[in-house]
């Protein structure tokens, strides 16, 4: 066996050792639920569309804690518990290919959301008009999310933030669930990012007020030439015999045929009494 080909299975059963290692560390720390992610990974995607997939599977992992875990806490079953957010964070990078997604901002949600669940379950029973419990589990997932990110993301707008639930919900929820979620949502971006949702409203007002001012205005003085020229008299004009044209409401102008049969009926009783006369 040459020196080259000992160099090279040495340096495979190496590089296995410490694969072996790393997992079974990473193991261990999934276990002890101390794991800590850095949002800047650099082997991983951190494009808009990575961060969309990550809510997704944030969204599914949530859905997951929700039905276990957390019911079994809430129903006072903690015996019952052995579903872990972390936990659900491992196996799903196990099971999945995360090399397009936005690892980091995943374990973010996967960490944060359980740890501030009564916070962000407040936040958004205040705009419900039912208890929080009685929320469709896929709805309450996506309302956590929205909720986590309109009150500690606030680089993501909050256009963005609605836009991405309805996401959500169309890949995941209901046919009518968008109207509960953007309802809810709605209100409560109202509420914690007041200024954002403020400056957006003038900015939509300048928008409508610069459009109403492009459109071309008609003066005083056109209404004016407009009405007198809807409004004028019949006005008489020349016909092809360039006499002029005489309005049925003009009936002080006499008209030259009366006049001319007038003349001739004149002229005809003078002369017929003269040829009298010169008989007698």
């Known amino acids: 066996m040459t020196d080259q080909l000992k160099r090279a299975i040495s340096a495979a059963k190496t590089a296995q050792a410490n694969d072996g290692q790393a997992e079974a560390t990473r193991i261990a720390s999934s276990s002890a639920g101390d794991q800590t992610f850095d949002m800047s ?74 740890e501030q669940i009564e916070a ?23 309302l956590l999310i929205g909720a986590y990110e309109l009150q500690n993301r606030v680089e993501i707008p909050y256009k963005v933030v609605l836009d991405e639930a309805m996401k959500l919900n169309n890949h995941f929820g209901a046919t009518d669930a968008h109207k509960l979620i953007n309802a ?8 914690l990012r007041a200024l954002e949702v403020q400056a957006d409203t003038n900015a939509n007002l300048r928008t409508s007020q610069k459009a109403a001012a492009k459109q071309p205005e008609v003066s005083s003085a056109d209404n004016i030439e407009t009405a007198a ?21 003009k009936a002080n ?3 030259s045929s009366a006049s001319k049969a007038s003349a001739n009926i004149s002229d005809f009783k003078a002369s017929k009494k003269n040829a009298n006369d010169t008989k007698d």
Do not use: C
């Not at 962000?120 to 996506?142: C, F, G, P």
């Open 41 to 114: 990974e650099s082997s991983y995607k951190t494009s808009h569309t990575a961060i969309r997939k990550a809510r997704r599977f944030a969204m599914q992992g949530l859905y997951e804690w929700l039905v276990t875990d957390r019911r079994f806490d809430v129903d006072g079953k903690l015996g019952w518990k052995a579903n872990a957010p972390h936990d659900i964070a491992a196996r799903t990078r196990a099971t999945n290919a995360m090399h397009t997604v936005h690892i980091g901002y995943y374990h973010e949600m996967m960490r944060d959301i359980p």
């Open 120 to 142: 962000l379950d407040a936040l958004i029973s205040q705009h419900l008009d039912r208890e929080v419990d009685k929320l469709d589990t896929v709805e309450h997932a996506i």
């Open 184 to 191: 809810v949502l709605d209100k409560m971006a109202g509420e």
């Open 229 to 249: 020229e809807t409004e004028s008299p019949i006005v008489d004009e020349p016909t092809a015999s360039n006499k002029p044209r005489i309005s049925a409401n």
């Open 253 to 255: 102008v006499k008209r």
